[in-house]
Every structure is written in C-alpha cells, then in structure tokens.
C-alpha cells in the first residue's frame, strides 16, 4: 500500500497544478488526503451510523466548519434527521447531514453542492477474503471533491450563496437529500440550481458525465463553454426518461431535488468494476483523473455561479 501511495504522491508533481497559467483550482494533495483518509479500512465502509461513519462525519465537520468565511445553517454545522428503511424495517435516528453556508457577494440566492458520505459498511467477502467496502469511489471522492470546492470558494467568495451539504443515508433511499430539502432554511425557491457529485476518481475513458441537462437544457450551453477543451472530456446524457437503468435522473442525491423541481447538474463516472463491492479502494482510484475531475467540476461551478447570475 506504501509504494502505491507514494506512486499517487509522485503523480501529483506531474499535474502540473502550480502552474499560474490556471489559478481556479483546488489543492490535488489535501483532495487526495481526504480521499485516501475517507475510505480507510477503518471507516468500516461508512454505513449510516456505524462507527465509521460517526469518524467520516467527524473528519468532514472538522475539515468544514474551520474554513474562513463559511457559516453554519445548523447547530453545530449538523442536520440531524430520522428516517425509516422500509426493506430492513429499522427506524435510523440521529443520521446527519454535515452543512456549510458560504454567503455570496452578489446574490442570496444560492447554489447547493452536494456528496453523500455514506457507503454500505461491511459485507460478504471477496476471493481475498476482505468484506471493508471502503467505497473509495463511491463515495468518498464526491465528498473529498466538496470539501476541496469548500475549501476553494472560502477563499474565493462565490456571487451566489454557495451551501455544502456532506449527505448521510443516500444509499437507504436518498435519505439525506430528501431530508435537506424538508427541512430546508430558505424557500426551496432560493435555490438556482444543484450540483451534485457521486464517483467522480476513475474513468478508463477520461470521461466525466454531467447528467441533467435533459431536463435543464438551459444549462448545458453554459456547461459546454466552461468544459471547452477539457481533460477529462466532459460528457452529457445518463438523463432521458424510458432509458431504465441509463437514466441517472434518480440515481443519486440530485434526484431528491429532481422530485421537487429544482435544476440539478449530476456529475460522475459510469459503473466500474469495483462498484459496491471490498475493491473499490483508495488503491484503485485514478488520481490524475480525479484531480482533473474535481478542478472541471471547479470550472463548471465558477460559469454556473457567474452565468446564472442576472436571474438571481
């Protein structure tokens, strides 16, 4: 694991992200401490309040609630909620949804990232007989990606408000999207649009999916502007009604705002072979992809926060 990881560090110096030439960027290093710490055999998968996830929920509030201009929009930076899991008829109390408000210069309205922390814990084993499903994809990158646009944007002030909401339970039924929006501080109607991210480190395509525009086409030319020229190659689709299991519209935490009609961008990656299952580790992600990744998704945040601005 060492000298994979060192590897991971050594293509960090090849990304060439000090280059001044591009300064809207986020930290590759800090992202990938995230990652590598979010999907740790010791989180146990990150099941909704297992130990584990009560560690990933205490590392993304000590990593958000420290940075400069952000506010809390709950107690303590938490949303806590209940829900009940119909399949396994459990009544889950005290789930958490880990919230940060970043005020904007120009605008109230505001414009909600989102990642669900959450993964499925501990399960059969494998041939190698590990049964950690660290979810490093899934999705641990998504949150890693929203603590380093967090991190970005409190020192670079957005011109919208700018919610980052860490997300519990989406793999019980989009719990934690649904129960943001029922408990929602503002009307929902303050809301420009969703920007949400679930597996966004590894592609053998060099493709990163934005999902949405189907129903939002106004966004996509906006989009199309910010990822002229890309890497990754920023791709549009997994979003036409009667497609089945093509269609993502409900797939993730986005769907939850989809239900209540407000725009949604999805960004992420196809299934891999390490879907849901004890091999999609740190050891698997692709840290050149997913820096590039998080840094396109960076851009597309920065043209929807300046684009959408004269109907804020």
Same mark, same amino acid.
């Given at each position: ?50 130990? $584990? ?123 934690? $999207? ?63 009604? $009667? ?67 004269? $109907?804020?």
């Amino acid at each position: 694991m060492c000298r994979k990881f060192f590897k991971i560090l050594g293509l960090i110096a090849l990304l060439g992200y000090t280059d001044p030439s591009f300064a809207q960027q986020i930290n590759a290093q800090k992202v990938l401490n995230h990652l590598e710490y979010l999907s740790k055999d010791e989180l146990q998968g990150r099941e909704t309040l297992s130990e $584990g996830s009560l560690m990933a929920r205490s590392y993304i509030l000590e990593n958000l609630s420290k940075l400069d201009l952000v506010e809390p929009l709950y107690h303590d930076f938490t949303q806590l909620f209940t829900f009940q899991n119909t399949r396994r008829k459990v009544t889950y109390e005290d789930a958490a949804n880990i919230i940060a408000l970043i005020p904007g210069s120009e605008s109230k309205k505001v414009i909600v990232i989102t990642a669900h922390y959450d993964h499925v814990g501990i399960g059969r084993k494998n041939a190698s007989g590990d049964s950690i499903y660290n979810g490093a994809d899934d999705n641990a990158s998504g949150t890693s990606a929203l603590l380093a646009l967090a991190d970005y944007f409190s020192k670079n002030r957005p011109k919208h408000a700018l919610i980052f909401a860490a997300l519990d339970a989406e793999e019980m039924g989009l719990q934690g $999207g649904k129960a943001l929006l029922e408990d929602f501080p503002y009307g929902l109607d303050q809301i420009v649009v969703n920007v949400n991210m679930d597996m966004v480190s590894r592609s053998d395509k060099n493709e990163l999916y934005a999902s949405g525009t189907y129903h939002n086409p106004s966004l996509k030319p906006i989009l199309e502007r910010a990822s002229k020229g890309s890497n990754p190659t920023l791709v549009f689709g997994h979003d036409i009604p $009667g497609t089945g299991r093509e269609d993502w519209t409900k797939s993730s935490d986005h769907g939850a705002f989809f239900d209540k009609k407000i725009p949604h961008i999805y960004f992420g990656v196809e299934d891999h072979e390490d879907y849901h299952k004890p091999s999609d580790e740190f050891e698997n992600i692709q840290p050149e992809f997913f820096t590039n990744a998080v840094n396109l998704i960076l851009k597309c945040i920065l043209a929807l926060d300046a684009e959408l601005l004269q $109907g804020s």
